[in-house]
C-alpha cells in the first residue's frame, strides 16, 4: 500500500497518469491491486517517479495480485535497485500475461532481474523491454528467460521486443538461438540497436531454424546490402514471416537491385506482405545525372518485382 511519503514522490502533472490516485491520498491502482480489486486487470504507472520504497510497495502489491494481467511502467525513473525490488513481486505472480517496461535506466541487471522474474510465468504473452539500457549482459538474461519459456508448460510467449537497448551482434547471438526455438513466438522488435550485418546475419541463422515469426522490425539496426541480402535468402523460405521492417538502415541502390531479383526469382516462397525499406541510403542517392538515372532505375525494377508478389513495399 502506497503510504504519504511515498506517493510525495510523484509530481502533479504525473498524478493525472494514475486511475482512481490523487494528491490526497484516494484509492491508489496499487491499493487496488494489493487488495485484489476483481475490476482492474491492467494498471499504468506511466509517468509517475517510482522511489524505492514506492517500487517495494508495487512489489508487495504485485506479488499477492491475482486480477492484473497488463502492466506498464513508463518513464518512472527506475533504477536497477527499484527494478529488482519490482522484480521480487513478479517472480511471485502467475497471472501477469503483458508486462511493459519503457525509458527506465535500469542497465544489464535491471533488465536481468526482471527477464529473471518472469522467466517462469507461463501465462505471459508479451515482455516489452524498450530503452532500458540492457546492453548485451541484458540481452543474454532475455535470452535465458525466452529459453525457459519453451517448457510446455510455459508456451505463451507471443511478442518479444528489446528496442533501444544498445544490444549488438555480440549480445544477439543467444537470443537469436533463443527465438529461433520458441515455439510460439510471433512478434520481435530490435529496432534501434547496432546490430549491424554481422547481427543481420544471425538473424537469417534465426529466421533459417524458426517457424512460427511474423513480425520482424529490425528499422534503425545498421544494417547494409550484405546483411540485407543474408535475411531475405531466410526470408525467402520462412512460412509465416509477413510483416518485416528494415526502415533506417543503411541499404543503397545496390542492395536494393539485388532485392529485386531476389522477389523475381522461382525460390521465392515467402508469404510476406509489407516490407519497409524507408529513409535508407538509397533514398539519398539519386542526386542528379547518372546517380539519379541508376537509383531511378533499381527503385523502379524493385517495385515491379514486389508488385508482382503482391507485397506492400514502403520506400
Known sequence: MWTGSSSQAMDVDSSSALDGMDMYGMDSEVDRMERNDPDLDEIYL???QISNELADSIGNAIACNTTV???SLHENALNNQSATRIARGLRRNG??????VW???????????IADAVSSNPKLRTLHLYDNGAGNGGADAVART???????????????????NNIDAAGLRN???AAAAHPTLTEMDLSYNP????????????LAADKTL?????RGTAIGDEGLAAIMRAVRVHPKLKVLDLGENEISSMGTSRLAEELSGEEWKSPLQELDLARNWFAFEAGTGENQFIEGTARAHLLGAANKRGLTLRL
Open 46 to 48: 506511466d509517468g509517475v
Open 146 to 164: 525466452v529459453l525457459n519459456l519453451t517448457r510446455p508448460a510455459a508456451q505463451s510467449l507471443r511478442t518479444l521486443a528489446l528496442a533501444h
Open 69 to 71: 494481467e497488463q502492466i
Open 95 to 100: 497471472t501477469v500475461s503483458e508486462l511493459f
Open 214 to 218: 511474423e513480425e520482424l522490425r529490425l
Open 103 to 113: 525509458a527506465n535506466p535500469i542497465g544489464p541487471k535491471g533488465v536481468a532481474d
Open 175 to 177: 537470443l537469436a538461438t
Open 195 to 206: 546490430l549491424g550485418d554481422a547481427g543481420a546475419k544471425l538473424i537469417a541463422n534465426c
